[in-house]
């Protein structure tokens, strides 16, 4: 099932062992934060359970079927379709590639309570084109999502991600063979010469009380042949995004968490301002956000990130509606399209206390 706690054994381990990520028995950060922690402002369950105005939109939000816009050529050769949360069907330089699949309505180890999604992804998993390859950053529940892995799993595609997350996805039925696991600075080419690239993020993984940081947690660059992308995955605020932006950009786009911040989990959580300052130090890109608009996760309003960057960066900034597909180099001043008017109220999912790091 997607709860119980799995360890890595064999070569897998071996690997794993052999990281400069890995001490003591698990992974950890090597790079310092560059954010503090606030502690004493931990939320408590009480604080999750009855406290935070806006945390849930009051009305469905307005979302694009994509399906036409992916069944014509790119283009630019760049175009990004965001689904919700982290998920986005990244199209690059003829490769398809999907980020942190994530189809289940509620973002828990449990059908019937933890945080659900505000609406379902504007497109059925089984309606996406075909891929080249699925990238995964790291394995908490609204990442690494059980029933999206078991349907792409049949699909037979490469499966991109951090060392140890394998361990998941050849239990839910991904072939061996189609697993890539990376260490930080390791890359994978894949067979229509795209190369991805893991690289460091400031976070921490864990799917039950018994496997804290048992896998690695990375973000990703991708490079075609003409253009290169940057995904955050889960983070916060490091001197490795300068690293990387020197690495292995520069970048046509960049996708940056924003959402499901508190200022105690400032070390593994970025928010719309540190975003901003992640941006910067990469150098380069379009900035697409991720990680907000589709689960109750924090205690601030639903829409603050977006609100934020709008008010602080419009030039560069990429606001997609859920489904939308957008090229980059043909940018558009950002739409509010979050704040359109509320009609009658939705239900809440019973959220799940985040466990954060120290």
């Not at 690695?216 to 889960?234: I, K």
Request: net charge neutral; glycine share 10%.
């Amino acid at each position: 099932m997607a709860f119980f706690a799995r360890r890595a054994d064999g070569l897998r381990l071996e690997r794993m062992q052999a990281s400069r990520q890995y001490a003591d028995g698990g992974f950890v950060n090597t790079y310092p934060s560059s954010t503090g922690r606030e502690p004493a402002d931990r939320p408590t369950l009480v604080d999750f359970l009855f406290r935070g105005e806006g945390r849930t939109p009051e009305r469905p939000l307005p979302a694009s079927d994509p399906r036409a816009t992916w069944r014509r050529p790119v283009e630019t050769g760049l175009r990004a379709t965001w689904l919700g949360h982290s998920t986005v069907l990244l199209e690059i330089d003829g490769q398809r590639i999907l980020t942190d699949p994530v189809w289940g309505m509620r973002a828990s180890p449990l059908p019937f309570a933890g945080p659900r999604r505000f609406q379902p992804v504007p497109v059925d998993i089984d309606a996406l084109p075909p891929l080249d390859a699925v990238l995964i950053s790291h394995d908490h529940y609204d990442h690494l999502d059980y029933p999206s892995i078991r349907a792409l799993a049949a699909r037979r595609v490469p499966f991109v991600t951090s060392l140890g997350v394998g361990v998941h996805l050849e239990a839910w039925g991904v072939p061996a063979g189609c697993i890539i696991e990376l260490d930080w600075w390791e890359h994978s080419v894949l067979p229509g010469g795209l190369t991805i690239s893991a690289a460091p993020s400031h976070h921490f993984s864990g799917r039950g009380l018994r496997d804290r940081n048992a896998t690695l947690w990375s973000s990703f660059a991708l490079r075609g042949e003409r253009h290169a992308v940057f995904f955050s995955g889960d983070t916060g605020l490091s001197p490795a995004f300068a690293e990387i932006g020197r690495r292995l950009g520069p970048f046509d786009l960049v996708m940056i968490e924003v959402g499901a911040f508190h200022p105690s989990w400032g070390n593994v959580h970025l928010g719309p301002d540190n975003a901003l300052r992640a941006w910067a130090q990469l150098g380069s890109g379009r900035f697409l956000p991720v990680h907000w608009g589709t689960f109750n996760l924090a205690m601030h309003p639903w829409a603050q990130p977006a609100d934020v960057l709008l008010a602080k960066a419009p030039e560069g900034l990429l606001m997609p509606r859920l489904g939308e597909p957008v090229e980059p180099a043909r940018l558009e001043t950002p739409e509010p399209w979050w704040r359109e008017p509320a009609a009658a109220p939705r239900e809440s999912g019973f959220p799940v206390l985040p466990v954060k790091d120290i």
